[in-house]
């Protein structure tokens, strides 16, 4: 977590980074099938988001 991050969080300590919102997202999940689709929007959501990404990935 960078310096800035770490500055943030302590102002605003009910902020929750990505990350902890999709572990917490996963950790909801009742079964392995439930998870999988669960891992799956997480993905999609990622794409949808950073098609540059995306793309770029795709070009390797």
Request: hydrophobic share 40%.
């Amino acid at each position: 977590m960078s310096k800035f991050q770490q500055f943030l969080k302590a102002l605003i300590p009910s902020i929750e980074s990505e990350a902890e919102r999709n572990e917490a997202y996963l950790a909801e999940a009742v079964d392995l099938y439930d998870l999988e689709r669960r891992m799956e929007v997480i993905e999609r959501q990622g794409r949808e988001t950073h098609p540059a990404v995306t793309f770029a990935q795709g070009l390797r």
